[in-house]
């Protein structure tokens, strides 16, 4: 079994930066597809990024290119979701996933969730 913890979300200005981390425990995640959805309030859960195991594979949404950036540190067991030029349609509460298969964009596809960090943006 693998429990995720998810910190760093809260509230922040249109335009600033976050940094999201997972922190996994139970076992070690480096063999994993790990990612990142949200869900928007009032909406259903949707894929913001995944990152093979070793790191060298990313891929976005098309709302996350050229703003998020997900990586990990296999070492600390962790995942990190890099936010930049945040918008108040970013708002949502950010769900880090684990073992991931198939196209890694599918909720269905993931074994492992985290509870969700709350990510606010608003002047």
């Known amino acids: 079994q693998v429990q995720l913890v998810e910190s760093g979300g809260g509230l922040v200005q249109p335009g600033g930066s976050l940094r999201l981390s997972c922190a996994a425990s139970g076992r070690t995640i480096r063999d994993y597809v790990m990612a990142w959805f949200r869900q928007p309030p009032g909406k259903e859960r949707e894929f913001v990024a995944y990152i093979s195991w070793n790191g060298l594979s990313t891929s976005y949404a098309d709302s996350a290119k050229g703003r998020f950036t997900i990586s990990r540190d296999n070492a600390k067991n962790t995942v990190y979701l890099h936010m930049n030029s945040l918008k108040a349609e970013d708002t949502a509460v950010y769900y880090c996933?684990?073992?991931?298969?198939?196209?890694?964009?599918?909720?269905?596809?993931?074994?492992?969730w985290g509870q969700g960090t709350q990510v606010t943006v608003s002047s």
């Open positions: 996933a684990a073992q991931g298969r198939g196209t890694y964009r599918a909720l269905y596809e993931y074994n492992y």
